[in-house]
């Protein structure tokens, strides 16, 4: 039987542990100075990701590449963060992008009936990356969702929310948003915003 690796990418297309080669190969593969590395069990890779790669590149020569995920190391304020918000009761959705040092509001849209918080992350992400392509930026990305970001490796949303003529727009958009993704390369780093170390991500609608 051959052993299941675990693979980080400190940085890529998509930062994180991946628990088999295509993907990382999918965020590594032609990206400048990626830096990524295999690890036996999963427990070592998310150790090593926290950590960040300064740890396991000590004879790297390149000394350009900034350390994303070092847990000393602040955010990246020249950046994008992305964020949603809904209301559980009523279903309303909306999302937006901020530039992450001087909080500029970069878009917004919303609010959608009968959707959910993660279907706004996602459509968040899938926003800013377009955004960004089209204004040739590689900036970074932060997003505190997993889901989101998880849904963007994977090129397509796993939403449990069941269409309906109210919510229409949602699928319309979600429809859109996967097919940008699968149609389009970025190289834009998709970083998990700390929370707890940072504090609240600056595209948050303040209304937890």
């Known amino acids: 039987m051959v052993k299941n690796k675990y693979y980080v990418v400190w940085q890529g297309r998509i930062c994180g542990v991946f628990d088999n080669w295509n993907d990382c190969k999918v965020n590594v593969e032609g990206f400048e100075n990626a830096k990524y590395k295999s690890f036996e069990t999963k427990t070592e890779a998310e150790k090593a990701f926290t950590e960040g790669y300064k740890n396991y590149y000590k004879n790297s020569s390149n000394n350009t590449f900034t350390a994303l995920f070092d ?78 970001i998880a849904w963007v490796r994977q090129k397509k949303h796993k939403s449990i929310v069941l269409p309906t003529e109210e919510n229409e727009v949602i699928f319309d958009l979600l429809t859109r948003a996967e097919f940008w993704l699968q149609s389009n390369c970025f190289k834009n780093p998709i970083i998990k915003w700390n929370t707890k170390k940072w504090g609240e991500i600056p595209a948050d609608f303040g209304r937890k």
């Open 71 to 148: 847990s000393a190391e602040p955010p990246v304020l020249n950046s994008l963060s992305v964020d949603a918000a809904c209301n559980t009761v009523t279903g309303q959705m909306e999302y937006r992008g901020v530039h992450t040092g001087t909080k500029e509001l970069w878009f917004k849209q919303g609010p959608f009936p009968k959707a959910s918080n993660n279907i706004g992350e996602f459509l968040a992400l899938v926003h800013g990356l377009a955004l960004l392509k089209q204004k040739n930026s590689h900036i970074p990305v932060y997003s505190d969702s997993i889901t989101a």
